[in-house]
Structure formats: C-alpha cells, structure tokens
C-alpha cells in the first residue's frame, strides 16, 4: 500500500527545504539532548509554535528529527560526566561512564551511536510495514473500541511509568481534569472555566506542554543550581569505529532482540524510550553470560539500551498515526501538531493522504540514518557544549516559552496558562508526582470522554454494550488483567508479610 | 517544595469534592442519563478516593515535616529569579500587547541574567541581542504577531 506511493513522498522529502529543516533541526536536536536537564519532550515542546509555519511533512520531520538526535546526543553528557542528558540514558549511565573511565570513550560512544541508529532503523521499518495493516483493522472500530483503546493507553501510562501507582493514578487525573475544562462537546455546557471567556475553548494544549516540561527545569536550574561536575575529554573522535564491528556482530542477537523490545514498548500508549531501555537492559542482564559487569562497563548492555531507547521512538507513532492515541509524551505532540495541520490521525488519513503518511516513513528512515555522521560532530564538540552552563540558557529558554505559548493563538492567556500548569508541574514533581501521565491525560481525555459518552448513548445507559463485540471486550479483558494482576500480587506479598511476622 | 502526603491526601479530598458538587450541579442531557456533569463526577470520585489513599499511606511513613523547602529557596536572589520567572511572567502577559515582546523581555532576560549573578554588560547586551533576534525571526520570517508593544512603528 506504502510502496505506490513512494514516488510521491520522495519528491515531497528529497528538497532543499527538507534538508535545511533537518539539519538545523538535527543540530538543535544534539544540542538539547547533550546539555543535561533539556529533554528530548521539552525540545519537541519548543519546537511545535515553529512547525505550525511549516507543510505536514517538513514539520514531522522537524520533530522526528530532533527527539532521535536527543535521545541519542543524551548519551554524551551520560558518558563524559555520569549525567544523563535525557530519561531514556538513565539505565545505562553507569556502564557508559565506566567505558570512559577506562579509556574507552571512543569505544562506548561509538556503540552508542550505531546501536542507536539501527533501533530506530528498526522501529520505523515496523511502523511502515504494522501501521498501514493496523490501518485496515481499525476501520471498523466503533466508539467502544476506541474508548477501551484509550483506557488501556492511560492504564499502561499508570503502570509502567517509575513513580507509584497511586500517585500516577492522581496525575493522569489531574490531566484528565484540565482537559475536562471549557465547552463540554456534547452538549456546548461551559465547565470549570469560572466565568473566563479564554477559557471556553478549554486548555490550549501547546502551552500546557510548554509550562509542564520546561517550567519545572527553569525553577530547579534558578533555585536548586545542582551543578555538573567538569566533563572528561573525548580522543579523536575517528577512533570511534575501532572494533566497533566486532562488537556489534557479537551481539546481533542482542541488537535484534533489544530493538524488538524496544519497538513494542513504543507501540503500548504511554511508554516510552526511557522504559524501553530500562526493560530492554534488564532483559539483557538477565540472558547474559556476564551479568557481573552491568553497571560497570558492559558493552552488551549499551548494544541492547541504546537500540531500544531509539527504536521506541519510532514505534510511538504506530498508535499515534492509527488511532490517534500517543505512544509517548514526544507523540502527544505530534498528534496535536497534525490536528492543527487537518491531518487528523486515524484509519481514515491512510486513504486519504498516503502520500503525506508515505513521506513521513521516508523521514523517519533519514531522520535515523543521519544519527551516525551528526552524532559523530557532536560527539566532537561536546565538549564545548557540555561548558556551557544550564543557568546561562534558562533565561534564554524563557524566552522561547513565552513566545511559543503567545504564538499558538497570538494570545497572552497561553503565556499564563503555561506559567500556571508549569508551576502546578514543579510542585507534583517535587512531591513524587509524574508528569508524563498528566500529559497523557490532557491529550486524550476528550478521546476518552467522547467516546465513552457516545457508547452509552448507544448502549441506552447500559454497561453490558462495552462488552458486546469481540475486539472491545478482548480489550477490556486486558485493561482488567492490567488493573487486576497488581492487586492480586500486593494482597499475596502482605499476607506472606504478615504470616512471617506472626510465625 | 515538598509537602507531606497526608496534606496532599486531605487537599485532594478537598479537590474532588468540589469537583463533585460542580459536576452536579449541571443541567443532565434531556432524555439521557448521562450529561455534561458524567465524566467530571467520575474524576471528583477518584480525586476523593486516591486522596484517601494518600493520606492513609502518608500518615504510615514518618520522619518527614508537614512541609520541606529545598535549600536554594533561602538564597533572596535565587527567590527571586523564580518569582520573575513565574508571578514575573503572568504579570507580563497582562500588558504583553502594550509593552510589546522586545521592551517586555529585554527587561525580564535581563534582571534573570542579573538575579543569576550574571551581570556584567555583555549579558545586558545579550539578553538585547537575542530577544530582538528572536522577534525578527518570529515576525519577519514566521508571521507570528509578536507585538511590538512601546516600540511600534520603530520594529
């Protein structure tokens, strides 16, 4: 279905224009990721009042340039000052630092930045391939899929993320809550606007996201000022690919399974990168010949958490373009990028724009490819980069909120939407509240609203119409397996606790 | 800041029931059972349930005052950058369209850049570089309505 339409999304990519997009964008891409406390969410985040400037094509490949170039240039700061630049380095922080200590710096960066590309090489072959045929199924579905689909989306954001349960039960909440704000769609009710007119349209989405993940960072970098210890220097960067083969062939299994891994846990709604190589390095370690050296140095855990963190990536959008519902807190951006383009994800946009949907696959293969010669010259200038202090820019980061939230709707009430959510941020973090599930929330909570007030309408007020078809109830089975299995598990472990107490 | 989780359990509680007695005080759909008060009353019920639950395993753990402020917040010039960077900013967005974007965010770069103990002229200079930067770019090349505010007519 894709290859029809190859000829047309090439001419759409292979420009100038594209070129210059993805290039500055690759730059800004490693310069986030590599200075420590930027994520690749909040790059994206920054990024989106630009994109709206832009065609569909160029302003995907705006974003999907920039989060692969951060989740790789992450890995940088991660090996030359034990600090990870984003999330999705944090599991394998230890193991990269060791390699430098051991003078192998060219070595770890070198596995790092090929083991990256071909994960994400592999995830966007999936996501060409699954997303079309996921395409075709899914034009059946009804309300009572799509709103199950949903909840299992924010069911794996609860569950799979660091944090606790509850409280992650609470942030999906909150977000849910604010997306709940303005005129109800179905029956033009204004709710929890309190009386403001700016309000009625609900939360605009752009700034919410811009407060949420930059506002926190501002505040910690001007109050807290937990500065990074001084960066150890790189060789001669060309020294990367020595052995570098023979690494990588020894674990082709290894690659191979990590990507897979990583894949799926891009496609499951609400996780991300940063889990991916977290279970992706843990299955490592536990097939391993050598467990001992994880966190010490190990290049076969690098092979396997940097394919996993970069294949995800990609493996976020297969939910995202299919049925509208984001694989990560990076797609939640993309989808509210390509509603403002008319794109609206879903079955239907594989009909009716392949052309642009074929373009976009061709960009993520680029987008991946480009990591090994741009990773190469940033790895050659990080350390310059890695001197430029966090302080320096937060004023500077400021500045870009300010305008990306004015800019959305030429609105001063973005700007203070985004200082709000950004505060109420600062505050959930600091008391162990994640952030992601919000976000999630704020996406989807009119999916989830919509859809389920729709199929009560259907079903006449009654529940047992969620359980009628087939694909619906398989979902909702696996949505009360996910909830159930946690409980089952905490009861059993405290009545072992309490029996071996009164034993 | 941290706050202790039986205050963030009680506050909750606090949250969710409002939420409740707004969401029920919307006019129900005619001839439905369900309106626009439905989805809202379920939120209200989860915030007042989890803010049990938070609560009660709050009050399990001790050793933690009711509130814990991070030390950088005692430093009065680290206060302040935070304060401008939130309270600071709200307030420039209410006179955004009169003060304009250049005049507005040179002022806030700058005292930023001086409460961060940057504060010789180069940074006074670079704080007027890049927002003038940044407003050319947005308005020249990207057609964002930036205003111009105090300098209309001269950008």
């Not at chain 1, 420590?36 to 094509?57: E, K």
């Not at chain 1, 060309?238 to 891009?266: C, P």
């Amino acid at each position: 279905m894709i290859f029809q339409h190859l000829g047309a999304a090439f001419e759409l990519v292979l420009t100038w224009n594209m070129f210059l997009i993805m290039f500055s964008c690759a730059l800004f891409g490693l310069f986030v990721g590599s200075v420590p406390g930027l994520s690749a969410t909040m790059a994206t985040a920054m990024l989106v009042p630009l994109t709206f400037f832009m065609d569909p094509v160029p302003a995907i490949a705006a974003i999907v340039t920039t989060a692969a170039m951060a989740i790789f240039a992450s890995d940088i700061p991660a090996a030359l000052i034990r600090i990870p630049g984003t999330a999705a380095s944090a599991a394998y922080v230890s193991d990269l630092n060791a390699l430098t200590r051991a003078g192998k710096v060219g070595r770890a960066l070198g596995i790092s930045v090929t083991a990256s590309a071909i994960g994400g090489i592999f995830g966007s072959l999936v996501l060409i391939f699954a997303a079309p045929e996921l395409a075709l199924v899914s034009l059946n579905f009804t309300s009572f899929e799509y709103f199950w689909l949903a909840l299992l989306g924010l069911t794996a954001a609860v569950m799979l993320g660091s944090a606790s349960i509850l409280k992650s039960l609470i942030a999906l909440c909150i977000g849910l809550m604010i997306a709940s704000v303005g005129m109800d769609t179905t029956s033009g009710l204004p709710r929890f606007t309190f009386g403001l007119t700016s309000l009625l349209d609900g939360v605009a989405f752009v700034p919410a996201l811009i407060g949420m993940f930059a506002i926190p960072e501002l505040i910690r970098t001007f109050v807290h000022r937990d500065l990074p210890p001084p960066a150890a220097p790189i060789g001669n960067p060309f020294s990367l690919f020595r052995g570098l083969g023979g690494v990588l062939w020894r674990h082709k299994t290894n690659l191979a399974r990590s990507s897979t891994i990583g894949t799926i846990i891009g496609i499951l709604p609400g996780a991300g990168s940063d889990i991916a190589s977290w279970i992706s390095y843990a299955v490592s370690k536990k097939f391993s010949k050598k467990p001992e050296v994880y966190g010490d140095g190990s290049e076969e855990g690098l092979v396997d958490a940097c394919a996993a963190n970069n294949s995800a990536l990609s493996g976020a959008y297969v939910p995202a373009m299919v049925f509208g519902i984001p694989g990560d807190s990076i797609t939640a951006i993309v989808i509210g990028v390509l509603y403002i383009k008319g794109l609206n994800p879903g079955p239907m946009v594989f009909l009716t724009s392949a052309d642009t949907i074929a373009a976009i696959f061709l960009v993520f293969l680029l987008a991946n490819i480009l990591i090994v010669p741009l990773g190469l010259l940033a790895i050659g200038f990080a350390a310059q980069v890695l001197r430029v202090p966090k302080l320096v820019l937060a004023p500077m980061i400021l500045g870009f909120c300010i305008v990306g939230s004015y800019s959305i709707d030429a609105s001063a009430s973005g700007v203070v939407i985004m200082v709000v959510l950004g505060v109420l941020a600062y505050l959930m973090e600091e008391n162990g509240f994640p952030v992601a599930p919000t976000i999630l929330g704020i996406v989807m909570g009119l999916l989830v609203e919509r859809n389920l007030v729709t199929s009560l309408i259907k079903s006449d007020g009654s529940p047992l119409g969620f359980f009628e078809r087939p694909i619906a109830a398989g979902l909702a089975l696996t949505v009360a397996i996910i909830w159930i299995v946690p409980v089952v598990l905490w009861i059993s472990r405290r009545k072992k606790r309490s029996g071996e107490t009164f034993v | 800041m941290k706050v202790h989780d039986s205050v963030i359990g009680a506050l909750l509680f606090a949250f969710g029931l409002w939420v409740l007695a707004t969401a029920w005080s919307y006019p129900e759909m005619p001839g439905q059972s369900i309106g626009p008060g439905t989805f809202p009353s379920v939120l209200g019920a989860l915030f007042m349930a989890g803010g049990v639950l938070l609560a009660i395993t709050g009050l399990r753990e001790r050793g933690m005052g009711l509130v814990m402020i991070d030390p950088g917040w005692r430093f009065p010039a680290r206060f302040a950058a935070a304060i401008l960077a939130t309270a600071g900013v709200v307030a420039f967005a209410m006179v955004f369209e009169t003060v304009g974007f250049p005049i507005g965010g040179f002022v806030l770069l700058t005292a930023l850049f001086i409460l961060s103990g940057y504060r010789s002229p180069t940074w006074i200079a670079a704080s007027a570089v890049f927002v003038l930067a940044v407003h050319l770019t947005m308005t020249r090349l990207l057609y964002v309505p930036l205003p111009a505010g105090l300098l209309k007519g001269i950008l």
